[in-house]
């Protein structure tokens, strides 16, 4: 059973269009969560992050958006770039009732954007 | 950037033969964790541990065993390799603090 899911593998935008990659979760525990972003023959490097008690978070040209009660959080690239392209990985934790800091990952949304 | 190591970085065995992958950290995280990544399904927990000599299961840790000695040392052990551990392992540790992983670049094993 798949706790984090991303259910398009993947995404095509044109240059300085928006990107917008979604993820949806079933564990009503989670209560932060994560982006990463990972290029080919590279590990994983975090992107952005939410805390359950926002709805929203912004750095830059990427902005988190989470609906709790759609168990539901998107990320948005605006304007998206050709340095862009990349695997994308939504991430989930339940902070406030574990202490492992262990992350539960989606399938990952590979992203193109083309010039 | 934690200062994450793994090694070996790539590695082609046979079935049947034991493989241990290393990871190395030198920013003194309480927190370390093995991933693999395969197609379709993102990045799944094999492992993790919250301390030295302290560790658990994570989503997929049949067939796996991991060990850690000292707070910079966590090692990934396939007693006996099969053809379905052939993926790409991440090793990845956190303070426990921020809610964030820093990853390593990857292990690559081919098990034939």
């Known amino acids: 059973d798949q706790q984090v899911k991303q259910n398009s593998p993947s995404l095509s935008v044109q240059e300085g269009r928006i990107s917008i990659l979604n993820c949806d979760y079933t564990?009503?525990?989670?209560?932060?969560f994560l982006w990463y972003k990972k290029y080919p023959a590279e590990g994983p490097t975090f992107l952005i992050s939410?805390?359950?008690?926002?709805d929203k978070n912004e750095d830059g040209r990427f902005t988190v958006f989470l609906n709790k009660s759609a168990k539901h959080l998107s990320l948005h690239i605006v304007p998206s770039q050709p340095g862009d392209s990349a695997v994308y990985f939504c991430?989930?934790?339940?902070?406030?009732?574990?202490?492992?800091?262990?992350?539960?990952f989606g399938q990952g949304t590979t992203l193109q954007v083309k010039p | 950037d934690a200062g994450i190591t793994q090694s070996p970085r790539h590695k082609v065995t046979e079935t049947g033969t034991p493989v241990t992958l290393r990871c190395h950290q030198t920013?003194?995280?309480?927190?370390m964790y093995w991933y693999r990544q395969d197609p379709g399904h993102g990045l799944r927990l094999i492992h993790y541990?919250?301390?030295?000599?302290?560790?658990d299961k994570g989503e997929v840790s049949d067939g796996y065993s991991v060990s850690r000695s000292k707070t910079e040392d966590f090692l990934l052990t396939l007693e006996s390799a099969t053809s379905s551990q052939t993926s790409v392992y991440f090793c990845?540790?956190?303070?426990?603090?921020?809610?964030?992983?820093?990853f390593g670049e990857g292990s690559r094993l081919t098990v034939l």
């Open positions: 991430a989930a934790s339940a902070r406030s009732s574990s202490n492992t800091g262990k992350l539960i």
């Open positions: 564990n009503s525990m989670f209560d932060y």
């Open positions: 939410i805390s359950s008690i926002k």
């Open positions: 920013e003194n995280h309480r927190y």
């Open positions: 541990s919250y301390g030295v000599k302290d560790t």
């Open positions: 990845a540790t956190g303070d426990g603090m921020t809610g964030e992983l820093f």
